[in-house]
T-cell receptor, first 116, second 115 residues
Framework: AQSVTQLDSQVPVFEEAPVELRCNYS??????LFWYVQYPNQGLQLLLK??????LVKGINGFEAEFNKSQTSFHLRKPSVHISDTAEYFC??????????????FGRGTSLIVHP | DVKVTQSSRYLVKRTGEKVFLECVQD?????MFWYRQDPGLGLRLIYF???????EKGDIPEGYSVSREKKERFSLILESASTNQTSMYLC??????????????FGPGTRLLVL
């Protein structure tokens, strides 16, 4: 089974500064990677995903992530954050289950706190 | 847009009570999931279902059971609630199995407090 490590539990940053949220996964032949965001008192929603092709993936709200196979990483970046980006961010990796479905394994989450 | 709804946003129950959490999705998704979310632990999979009447244990199934009698509805049951089951419970659904691009769509969550 896959494992996902989000290296920072909390990332404080000032508004309009750049940010990087780090994610590393255990190695596998086929990897499908996701970033989800959870705003306060809401469920999770997809930010972006990597399935194949270009290693630079663009998502919603100006976020992007880069798949690095040699470093088994999928770090999330934004060049200039807004107060509204304050949320919990989860990295997830899909793994193949015996039942024939790709079951995601989630990291523990990174709390992004944007200060004015 | 996919919509996943959960029967309650907040629940307060007593130790030993039987608790039902219900989840409904309106996009004909095959897969449905139940997670619990705790601070510092992220999301942990309790059970998932890839078809009606089919279920598979996740990482932490102890103390829980599930029911999927209809495709759109997936219920989580706490047979005898305990205080260590106080948590946020999230339901999710996704497209049919075998498709790797399985983006999950989440409900808003049910915050359960067991006294």
């Amino acid at each position: 089974a896959q494992s996902v490590t989000q290296l920072d539990s909390q990332v404080p940053v000032f508004e309009e500064a750049p940010v990087e949220l780090r994610c590393n996964y255990s190695s596998s032949v086929s990897v499908y990677l996701f970033w989800y965001v959870q705003y306060p008192n809401q469920g999770l929603q997809l930010l972006l995903k990597y399935l194949s092709g270009s290693t630079l993936v663009k998502g919603i709200n100006g976020f992007e992530a880069e798949f690095n196979k040699s470093q088994t990483s999928f770090h999330l970046r934004k060049p200039s954050v807004h107060i509204s980006d304050t949320a919990e961010y989860f990295c997830a990796v899909s793994d193949y289950s015996e039942g024939g479905s790709y079951i995601p394994t989630f990291g523990r989450g990174t709390s992004l706190i944007v200060h004015p | 847009d996919v919509k996943v709804t959960q029967s309650s946003r907040y629940l307060v129950k007593r130790t030993g009570e039987k608790v039902f959490l219900e989840c409904v999705q309106d996009m004909d998704h095959e897969n449905m999931f139940w997670y619990r979310q705790d601070p510092g632990l992220g999301l942990r999979l309790i059970y998932f279902s890839y078809d009606v009447k089919m279920k598979e244990k996740g990482d932490i199934p102890e103390g829980y059971s599930v029911s999927r009698e209809k495709k759109e509805r997936f219920s989580l049951i706490l047979e005898s609630a305990s205080t260590n089951q106080t948590s946020m419970y999230l339901c999710a659904s996704s497209l049919i199995r075998g498709q790797y691009q399985e983006t999950q769509y989440f409900g808003p969550g049910t915050r359960l407090l067991v006294l």
